[in-house]
């Protein structure tokens, strides 16, 4: 089945720039959409369709997707960024969604 | 605005059973399929089972096949999850979510803690 690989952790002072990877065979290929999971919350989505943001999400979190990568790009991190954050794509062969290993992001 | 309010959730022991609910308000649930997405301590999200706008069509992760039931009232804008012969490995936080799409999730209830323990 298809996997999606996510780096563990990222850690960074706040104003500089988070990169977060999602890797999969060929997921440029798919739509990417991305969750931000604060400590004791539910999931919510920020990035959709590899690159689209909800009206809530700050125009600082970017999505790309291409080859076998996809990234959120956080500009300007903040304290109150610090999150896991998942990847999730919908895995057609299957028929359901697969989600990342998560990315813990730690603003120092 | 938006609101997926859960409930249902405890400690049982293994080989037990449970139903979970998700009050839905704020959106029109009949055009939304409904997900359920677990997350056991300390690790990541885990798809778990989804079921379409009418309720017909059904989807579940091999994991819980069989032993799990989703099901929907779009009378009562409500989604339930029948768990029978529970397992340690269910331990987990249940959410419910919604989407306008199977494929991605615009709104999450709040979670509700299942531990399957002796």
């Known amino acids: 089945s298809y996997v999606l690989t996510q780096s563990p952790s990222v850690s960074l002072a706040p104003g500089q720039t988070a990169t977060i990877t999602c890797g999969g065979n060929?997921?440029?290929?798919?739509?990417v959409h991305w969750y931000q999971q604060k400590p004791g919350q539910a999931p919510m989505i920020i990035v959709y369709?590899?690159?689209d943001r909800p009206s809530t999400t700050p125009e600082r979190f970017a999505g790309s997707n291409s080859g076998n990568t996809a990234t959120l790009t956080i500009s300007r991190v903040e304290p109150g960024d610090e999150a896991d954050y998942y990847c999730?794509?919908?895995?057609?062969?299957?028929?359901?969604?697969?989600f990342g290993g998560g990315t813990k992001l730690t603003v120092l | 605005q938006v609101q997926l309010v859960q409930s249902g959730g405890g400690w049982v022991k293994p080989g037990g059973s449970l139903r979970l609910s998700c009050e839905a308000s704020?959106?029109?649930?009949?055009?939304?399929?409904m997900t359920w997405i677990r997350q056991a301590p300390g690790k990541g999200l885990d798809w778990i089972s989804s079921?379409?706008?009418?309720?017909?069509?059904?989807r579940y992760a091999d994991s819980v096949r069989g032993r799990f039931t989703i099901s929907r009232d779009n009378t009562k804008n409500s989604l339930s999850l029948e768990m029978n012969n529970l397992r340690a490995d269910d331990t987990a936080v249940y959410y419910c979510?919604?989407?306008?799409?199977?494929?991605?999730?615009?709104?999450w209830g709040q979670g509700t803690l299942v531990t399957v323990s002796s």
């Open positions: 979510a919604a989407g306008l799409s199977i494929i991605l999730y615009d709104f």
């Open positions: 704020g959106f029109t649930f009949s055009d939304n399929y």
């Open positions: 079921i379409n706008t009418s309720g017909r069509d059904v």
């Open positions: 060929n997921i440029g290929s798919l739509s």
């Open positions: 369709e590899n690159t």
């Open positions: 999730q794509v919908w895995d057609s062969s299957r028929n359901h969604p697969i």
